[in-house]
């Protein structure tokens, strides 16, 4: 079970937190950038390239702290497919080094296509009889079910995880999430969804292959969601730069102390800024940032 | 205004249909698949250079028929980065013969991310200080509106296209898209939005670049949804395959025959196969099926 194998990594680093990696050029140290460019020219290769060697680094040195990376698909397909082949090698990589992988795509599709996202991200393509090959091969990955169970049910069958969208961290997310029907928003009647989903996809730690996104900026609609969907493991984006605190996320745990997986992305990739660190340091800083938040998150949830 | 270029495409072709490319390698002929097999192995890349030879024939042989092409890019990202340049190629092939290319890629996510993938799709890159560069450079994107405007904006601030889905044509699209609030279905609710969004970035045409999807499975949804979204571009997917009636569709319409343009994929790509033609003669019989499908319409909505 691909939720047996989160937990698992969970444990062993004793850190329910995920790094994002969403590595905008901006974010890059310069000396990175310009070793790419003056190798690759300043094009999408060079760019993508320079990703490369930024993740790369940053796995290294967070692969003992973290049991999870995030990368999000977007800030890949903005460089081209030179992104996109970025993306595979990051995700590749980072399992080598033991790291579960959640790639944040947000699909939804229709079924038929459905599968195809699910084969792409989660499973195996068919090439030809007999002759499959992995094009992503993520751990999990997240999706929006406006078109219902037909959207996720492809994902739900290749055994691994999924992190539904409930109630998103950004601050529109009430304009169709929080519509009052029969005397309860549409997140809660998603929650729902979610929990019923989860049945016959629960592993050995009570928990079910299909989770769910809640944002840590919405703290009282969290502690409701937890009761809604006991079983379900939640990501929890928006801690850090969006203003989540640790004593919001703490309410996405269960008594069990599991329960949520708490992301920051800007906040580690971007440490060195913050900290005034040398842009040299950037990996150790990052490394310094993502030990802090665990022990802030422990702390909060002991 | 690029609701003004796609009408301008059906115009020119007296044709309000769009041919969905959904390269699945069982719908390439199986020369195509030895050949490029042969060449470059049984693997992602020989499988995304199938797609390749396959839509590039398809394109040569449907752009003096249909105004528009519509690639899934699910079915591009299941051959992994390969895939995913192909549809990069496949776009700007498409482009160049002078085709309206909507990127079906139902992108969603808080408004940072939004943005990149508005760039990635219908924007451009910045890769450094005046630098900037196309990543796939569609005229178009369907975007899902889970996370209300916040990930719609950044689509809209590119000034191309957008359809956001409202009513999906799948069997489950009712479990959260009927849910009734306030005496009406929650698809209804996403409509209004739809039209509020497109306030500001009406055409020539009276049309706006905030357009909607909307299955041709549900001709009564359909024929409401037309009223309430009078200045939104329908795109109908679910005629053919999926059990779509031209007299369904042409609900999609209003009275100056314009507001709605119908993907047939399956059926367009795989006209050979429903025909009994010669694989060799699968452009062929694609167009021919354009050509029927553009007549079947077209005597609907005169």
Chains 1, 2 share one sequence.
Not at 87 to 108: H, M
Not at 115 to 140: H, M, N, P, V, W
Not at 142 to 161: H, M, Q, R, W
Not at 183 to 202: F, R, T
Request: aromatic letters at 10%; charged letters at 25%; a neutral charge.
């Amino acid at each position: 079970m691909s939720i047996d194998k989160l937990i698992e990594c969970i444990k062993e680093k004793e850190n329910p937190t995920v790094a994002g990696l969403d590595p905008k050029l901006d974010y890059i140290p310069s000396f990175i950038i310009k070793e790419t460019f003056d190798k690759y020219g300043k094009n999408l290769k060079g760019a993508a390239e320079a990703i490369w060697t930024f993740n790369k680094e940053l796995i290294d040195r967070l692969c003992d702290i973290v049991p999870a990376i995030k990368p999000q698909s977007a800030y890949y397909e903005m460089y081209g497919w030179e992104g996109v082949r970025v993306l595979e090698q990051t995700i590749s990589y980072a399992k080598a080094k033991g790291l579960y992988v959640i790639a944040d795509v947000k699909r939804n599709d229709i079924g038929s296509t459905a599968e195809a996202y699910a084969k792409a991200y989660l499973g195996e393509t068919k090439i030809e009889d007999e002759i499959f090959q992995r094009a992503f091969d993520a751990d999990s990955a997240t999706v929006n079910a406006y078109l219902g169970i037909d959207g996720i049910e492809p994902f739900i069958k290749e055994g691994k995880g999924i992190f539904v969208l409930v109630k998103t961290s950004n601050p529109s997310s009430g304009q169709v999430q929080d519509i009052i029907a029969d005397g309860e928003p549409i997140y809660e009647k998603m929650a729902k969804l979610v929990d019923d989903w989860g049945k016959g996809n629960v592993g050995k730690y009570g928990y079910s292959n299909v989770g769910a996104v809640v944002g840590a900026t919405y703290p009282v609609q969290l502690k409701k969601l937890r009761k809604i969907m006991p079983k379900a493991y939640f990501l929890v984006p928006g801690y850090g730069a969006q203003g989540g605190k640790a004593e919001d996320v703490a309410k996405a745990f269960n008594q069990d102390g599991l329960g949520a997986i708490i992301n920051a992305s800007r906040s580690i990739m971007c440490a060195y800024k913050n900290t005034g660190a040398n842009e040299e340091d950037f990996a150790k800083a990052a490394r310094q940032e993502a030990i802090n938040m665990r022990d802030e998150i422990r702390r909060h949830i002991q």
